[in-house]
């Protein structure tokens, strides 16, 4: 099902999220709650602690072309375990600070080993838009955001639009 996102601020997206212990029934219908939710986003990423779920345990899919067939992926506890010297700036959202965007830069290709939902230790080399959304979503699992990438009155500015737009919607009864 489709579950709520959570709108900076908000603690919750600032804690370290725990490791996943063991895959459980409950954590195969968070994966599955947590891929639904980014679809319907729509989002190419989208982190546990997006949802709420302090675990370490991320989804993503960037293929782009509507033509491609899906790839879902979903990554428990991942880690990147080499990164590139090169670098990539690419312009970030992220749908816990809706409608804002940013260029943020970081190494263009990492290699990410994670666990999958079979209990299967698996490792891949990600470029492009896979290597950018992987880094920003592990970045959620240690509560970390792309604003933090940006100079201090500019991450300020986001939040305090950000503090408006959740007042507001708090009015509006949403
Ligand atoms: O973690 C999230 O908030 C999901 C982001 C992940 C993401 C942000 C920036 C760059 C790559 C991935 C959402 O996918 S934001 C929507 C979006 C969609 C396509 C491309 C970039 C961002
Ligand atoms: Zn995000």
């Known amino acids: 099902m489709i579950r709520p996102i959570l709108l900076h601020p908000d603690p919750r997206l600032r804690k370290r999220a725990e490791p996943v212990e063991a895959i459980t029934p409950e954590i195969r219908a968070l994966a599955a709650d947590m891929l639904a939710t980014m679809y319907d986003a729509p989002g190419v990423g989208l982190a546990a602690p997006q949802v709420g779920v302090p ?80 880094q920003h979503e592990i970045d959620h699992l240690d509560g970390r955001l792309f604003i933090d990438y940006l100079g ?13 737009f959740k007042r507001e919607r708090a009015r509006a009864g949403a």
């Not at 067939?69 to 010297?85: D, G, H, M, T």
């Not at 201090?152 to 408006?164: G, N, V």
Request: proline fraction near 9%; include cysteine.
């Open 55 to 134: 675990k370490r345990l991320l989804v993503m899919d960037c293929v782009k072309d509507p033509e491609a067939p899906p790839r879902p992926l979903v990554l428990i506890n991942p880690a990147v375990v080499w990164a590139s010297e090169a670098t990539n700036t690419y312009e970030e959202g992220c749908l816990s600070i809706p409608e804002h965007y940013a260029e943020v830069t970081r190494p263009a290709e990492v290699r990410v080993r994670w666990t999958d939902l079979d209990g299967a230790e698996q490792e891949e080399h990600f470029a492009g838009l896979w290597a950018t959304c992987a």
């Open 152 to 164: 201090p009155i500019k991450r300020q500015l986001i939040t305090r639009k950000m503090e408006k």
